[in-house]
């Protein structure tokens, strides 16, 4: 949208440039540095808030595939190669950045990580037991 203002005024300008004489030189334009922009540094909280939020979606997540009936289970692997892998990297990212956050460490981060590991644990039992093998 810039961008086609930005054409739009230059094409203005050559076209009102053509109908008047030549153009005076320029003013000199003082220039001031501009004040620094102030940019909000998230809490501590909103970031314990919003890391808290993604590992309880990620629990939900295996929670329902683990106790999904294994014709759905091998049904839903076969049709979605890709989630198993990224059920389990997901978990495996959110707890090393669990671990390697200050801002997360607290008791509730452990005691989420603690139940994301006992839900991919139901999860992985889930897959077992199904004879569903994903790399």
Same mark, same amino acid.
């Given at each position: 949208m810039h961008a086609q203002r930005a054409i739009a005024f230059a094409l203005l300008g050559l076209g009102l440039g053509a109908c008047a004489g030549p153009a005076p030189p320029p003013t000199p334009v003082p220039t001031a540095t501009p004040a620094p922009v102030a940019t909000p540094i998230a809490q501590s909280s909103d970031v314990e808030n919003a890391y808290l939020s993604?590992?309880?979606?990620?629990?939900?997540?295996?929670?329902?595939? *683990?106790?999904?009936?294994?014709?759905?289970?091998?049904?839903?692997?076969? *049709?979605?190669?890709?989630?198993?892998?990224?059920v389990r990297g997901f978990a495996t990212a959110l707890k090393r950045v669990g671990a390697s956050e200050p801002a997360l460490d607290t008791d509730a981060v452990r005691a989420s990580l603690a139940d994301l590991d006992h839900s991919m644990g139901e999860f992985e039992g889930a897959l077992s037991l199904c004879g569903i093998k994903q790399p």
């Open positions: 993604n590992v309880d979606d990620l629990i939900a997540e295996a929670a329902d595939l *683990a106790v999904t009936p294994c014709d759905e289970l091998t049904a839903v692997t076969r *049709a979605n190669p890709n989630l198993v892998p990224s």
